[in-house]
């Protein structure tokens, strides 16, 4: 079954208007005409069963029937990422919304080549990705800022997982340990600078860890980062 | 430092020629000249830094100068991945290179649309990509073999990590136990057919495991699933 996000509120009998692109998924692409069944959700009032209501040349109209599942979130984990290069980026984003992180904060480090990027196309692709994984709320996707605006603000009672590449860190699996919110960052291709790495190891908030010996590109280390985190402390220690 | 795998023997003072494509890379991309140095490794006789000796039209040649790592050799971990779609598959064997694979068989299933690929372009994409994550191997990549073919000539020995969508399967943290050659079986994008899961399941060397409660593309779920492995049972477990 399809499954749609939509910014309408989602209730007995309302109506939903899906976006153009979306509309035309439907109509065109995937060919549905009235009382065709789709799912949505909007991140607020759960997973809905709906039906295709209307079909017209400017779009088309949804209707929910019954909600089928009550709206969860998933843990309290965000992914800050520094802006690399635009593929591996919208892998990154897309990885993401599958290893359901809550938020995708883009930074500029140092190292980056970058200090602007599209977010309304990564947002696109978190939504895209949401929706095929079946969660019920799609990642927010942040305008990039400065690291060390961003660590200047941090909220100390979120830890912060950093995957260092540079020497003694331990394990990941080791290193976890405390519930509550969490956020793991991912830096460019360069790595960080000496003066960087030096603020995040004196942080109290920071728990660096180790990838393993060998070296890997910034998107392999985000899903191996987010992996082992749902792993250790988030959704992925219930069963199913 | 470029690292390049070369087929030649490497010894004090032996000369190695890389490959057409190689030897375009290292003089025409990257312009090195005589005396410039490289890496190389060829997956027998550890890593060596060595200088380019001479250029030509035709190529170039290189010396190797002395040791600078021994040979050695990851954890016993295949990957076992039917065949999707080109870009994912592609993704997958560069990722299993970074992840430390040693093998990646690839596999024909019920649900798999497609019965060939050009394998020698994945096998140039594992040799990059073990280039580029530092390892002093490469992993092979093995011509499609029927799934049921594969588990008819299993040996018995090596444990099967399945990562099973359909439901009551441990989370991986919890199932992976047992030190020993593991391999990792990853399914097309529409799963297993019940027949394949219920023989799977079936099997004493086969280990059902949980990826989590949302549903992951098969490039996510290759990651994800070497990621826990060398997590838990391969070399990220050792301290750098």
């Not at 340990?177 to 190891?201: H, K, M, Q, V, Y």
């Amino acid at each position: 079954m399809i499954r749609l996000f939509v910014t309408d509120a989602l209730s007995s009998a309302a109506r939903a208007a899906p976006s153009p692109d979306q509309a035309r998924y439907l109509t065109t692409v995937m060919r549905l005409g009235v009382g065709d069944e789709v799912a949505l959700f909007n991140g607020r009032d759960g997973e809905w069963r709906a039906r295709v209501a209307e079909v017209s040349k400017r779009g088309c109209s949804l209707e929910s029937m019954e909600q089928t599942r009550p709206q969860a979130l998933g843990p309290d984990l965000d992914l800050v990422v520094a802006l690399v290069k635009r593929a591996r980026l919208e892998t990154i984003v897309e990885k993401a919304a599958e290893l359901g992180a809550r938020r995708v904060q883009l930074v500029v480090t140092r190292r980056t080549n970058a200090d602007h990027t599209n977010v309304g196309r990564l947002q696109a692709i978190a939504t895209e990705a949401a929706e095929q994984t079946g969660r019920l709320d799609v990642p927010q996707v942040l305008e990039p800022v400065k690291l060390d605006k961003l660590l200047d603000g941090w909220d100390a009672a979120r830890k912060l997982m950093f995957c260092d590449e540079g020497g003694d860190a331990r394990p990941a699996l080791d290193a976890l340990a405390d519930e509550g919110p969490w956020a793991i960052l991912i830096g460019p291709e360069g790595g960080f600078a000496p003066e960087e790495r030096e603020r995040l190891r004196a942080a109290a908030f920071v728990t660096p860890v180790s990838l393993g010996p060998r070296i890997l590109r910034a998107d392999t280390a985000a899903i191996s980062a987010l992996t082992l985190w749902q792993a250790k402390l988030g959704d992925w220690r219930d069963a199913p």
